[in-house]
């Protein structure tokens, strides 16, 4: 594993993110981005900055912070997600945010 993965692997760690099969692939696909996704990467690991990003088809970090509630890697890979295929990817986040919330009142019950 290349520096950057490593050190990527060790910053989820420190986040709380259990060493389970997908951990690799969450690596690999923070060790992908280019762009501003990229440059989200970098400084999530360089300074533990709070990702931030305009609405795009009704969805940004606070959304995914609060409705799905990620942390910011995972935010960056939704930020990226939601470039690549807005329309689609947002339906996505927003039906996912709708079936936890379902979720959530069922437990309470």
Known sequence: M???KTFISLRLRESGYPDTPGF???VN???SLQGEAKVMVDGWLRNDEKVCFPEIEGINADYLRKH???KEPAIIISYAML???PLAN???FKNL???RNIFKQNKQL
Do not use: I, Q
């Open 24 to 26: 690799v692939n969450t």
């Open 97 to 99: 945010a709708t079936k």
């Open 90 to 92: 947002s339906e996505y």
């Open 29 to 31: 696909r923070l060790a």
């Open 68 to 70: 799905l509630e990620m």
């Open 83 to 85: 470039k690549a295929d």
């Open 2 to 4: 290349d520096e950057y």
